[in-house]
């Protein structure tokens, strides 16, 4: 079973900061790639980053790299999410994933079981 609790956001204007974090209850925590996904009003969700276990490699999509950047805590079932110059374009609801695979097309969750996620609202 797996539940996940995120919190950290909240209102900022555009080129402020926000760190994300996200309670992981999972087993072998430290043995799962973990990750980042948000999704915006009326849009789907989508893939913002992802980290493999041992914090060996990360992964941002595009729109994100230089500004955002992914950590974990092992030893605390944890995983950052550190966002820097906020744009009004990432304001979403931010949802933390679990048990990622990397596919050709992208990172997926096979068995999805999204927490109740942590709204980002960054103000122009």
């Known amino acids: 079973q797996v539940q996940l609790v995120e919190s950290g956001g909240g209102l900022v204007p555009a080129g402020g900061s926000?760190?994300?974090?996200?309670?992981?209850?999972?087993?072998?925590?430290?043995?799962?790639?973990?990750?980042?996904?948000?999704?915006?009003?009326?849009?789907?969700?989508?893939?913002?980053?992802?980290?493999s276990w041992g914090s060996i490699n990360t992964y941002y999509t595009d729109s994100v790299k230089g500004r955002f950047t992914i950590s974990r805590d092992d030893a605390k079932n944890t995983v950052y999410l550190q966002m820097n110059s906020l744009k009004p374009e990432d304001t979403a609801v931010y949802y933390c994933a679990a048990h990622l695979v990397r596919t050709p097309t992208g990172w997926t969750w096979p068995s999805p079981n999204w927490g109740q996620g942590t709204q980002v609202t960054v103000s122009s």
């Open 18 to 51: 926000l760190t994300l974090s996200c309670v992981a209850s999972i087993r072998a925590f430290y043995n799962s790639a973990m990750g980042w996904f948000r999704q915006a009003p009326g849009k789907e969700r989508e893939f913002v980053s992802a980290i």
